[in-house]
């Protein structure tokens, strides 16, 4: 039952072909009227107006053949055989002996040639194109009207129809071939940006985090061989921010491999047997609120921050760490505040600082990499957030981002990142 119901779908012309059939069949409609009007009319028993009411019958027919063309295919066919027999029997009873189209046919042939040979290509289709050829030529009585008649009202219809189906058959495929070769194309650039991903994901892997593991181990043997408590809280402080840095390194390595999570709970040994350094997984970047008091920012927290992941909670921490680096750098003298909203759904992140009171030291702005903001945003883009920044109308710089309140390492796919505002007078 499905199969029939696709079958029948596939063949369904739809609303357009339907549409040109009704305007095709309606201008034959008028022309038949306008020969009736022009005193085309019959002189048999059926009176004047049979040509007309006969024509004006097969042209309701024509207008189911697109739903059902065998059955209107035939039922033209019969038609066109019944005025043939009537034009023999009894001349002028239902095709005008002076008609100014020759040949005793519905008038509305070509029309229905044209619908069988363009829509229905079917060898019943077929059969009824030959019968009504051979109705118009006449074989029984041959002649030069007849053959001419019968090859414009029959077989150029059918020989137009198959063009112009055989055309849009192939429009069609050629569409459908660049269609496919482009979802190739698009799908060749993500294999290659996924295999790009993935190397460079173990490049990092191999050097970088190897580093970092070296710093942490060597941090952590400093702090219990050295008596000095300077030293020590230094080398404790190395220790943290390495085992942070480790933390961050590997979500992003799980993210450059599309979703895989490097997870070692308490220092395992890795794909070369290196020790990797021990990860947290409960570590959110930092305190908040040690970080503002720092940076002389007053914070303002709503809502419960167990709702973010951990995950969200680093990238918060770091977005927060950046804009208040770049007061401190561009924007002397200027108070910031700092706005956190947490949701069960997301994390909502505002930094504002007025407008500055000193000049920016010069060699303090030209001490950073000035992508940090550029940066923050395509972390945040992987993590299937928004970042915006821009200066305010007061002459301070606003810095407001917007993060999932969680995000599965499996779902973190790479975002497009936007693209980066125009240099601010006061960034923040």
């Known amino acids: 039952m499905t199969s029939r119901s696709a079958l029948a779908r596939a063949r369904d012309p739809g609303r357009a072909g339907h549409a040109v059939v009704f305007a095709i069949v309606v201008a034959y409609a008028c022309l038949q009227v306008l020969l009736y009007a022009g005193a085309q009319r019959t002189s048999g028993a059926l009176g004047p107006a049979a040509e007309l009411v006969f024509n004006l019958v097969v042209d309701g027919l024509l207008l189911l053949m697109p739903s059902r063309p065998r059955t209107v295919g035939v039922l ?13 029997a009894a001349p002028g009873l239902l095709t005008a002996t002076d008609a100014l189209f020759a040949g005793p046919v519905p008038l509305a042939t070509p ?10 290509p079917t060898p019943t289709a077929f059969a009824c194109v030959g019968a009504l050829a051979l109705l118009n030529v006449q ?10 008649v019968g090859t414009v009202y ?9 063009y112009l189906r055989a055309r849009a058959r192939l429009l069609h495929s050629l569409r459908e071939r660049v269609e496919i070769a482009e979802r190739e194309r698009h799908l060749l650039n993500e294999r290659a940006i996924a295999a790009e991903r993935r190397h ?25 061989s050295t008596e000095d408590e300077a030293v020590r809280a230094a080398a404790r402080r190395i220790g943290d921010l390495g085992s942070r840095t480790m933390v961050e390194l590997r979500d992003l390595l799980g993210v450059m491999r599309s979703g895989e999570r ?11 047997g290196r020790r990797t350094a021990p990860r947290s997984t409960d570590d959110r970047g930092g305190d908040l609120a040690e970080l503002t008091a720092t940076a002389g ?35 002397p003298g200027a108070r910031a505040t700092v706005d956190l909203r947490y949701r069960p759904e997301a994390v909502s992140i505002e930094i504002l600082n007025t407008a500055p009171t000193a000049p920016a030291d010069p060699s303090l702005v030209a001490s950073g990499s000035r992508a940090g903001l550029a940066g923050l945003r395509r972390r945040v883009a992987l993590l299937g957030g ?5 200066p305010t109308e007061q002459g301070g710089y606003l810095v407001t981002a917007s993060l999932p309140a969680s995000v599965p390492a499996e779902d973190r796919r790479e975002r497009p990142a936007p693209s980066d505002p125009p240099p601010p007078r006061a960034p923040a």
């Open 297 to 331: 920012a007053s914070l303002r927290v709503g809502g419960d921050p167990g709702t973010a992941s951990p995950v969200i909670s680093r990238a918060a921490y770091r977005v927060v760490q950046e804009a208040l680096t770049n007061v401190r750098k561009h924007a």
């Open 139 to 148: 074989p029984w009585a041959p002649t030069w009207t007849g053959l001419y």
């Open 76 to 88: 033209v066919v019969l038609g066109a055989a019944i005025a043939q027999a009537a034009a023999l």
């Open 262 to 272: 490097i997870t070692p709970a308490g220092g395992t040994d890795d794909r070369d």
């Open 111 to 120: 029309v229905a040639v044209w619908i069988l040979a363009y829509l229905r």
């Open 386 to 390: 928004t970042l915006r920044s821009g």
């Open 200 to 224: 460079l994901a173990a490049e990092m892997h191999d050097v970088v985090t190897h580093h970092v593991t070296e710093i942490v181990l060597h941090a952590g043997a400093l702090r219990t």
């Open 154 to 162: 029959t077989v150029l219809p059918a020989v137009v129809a198959l």
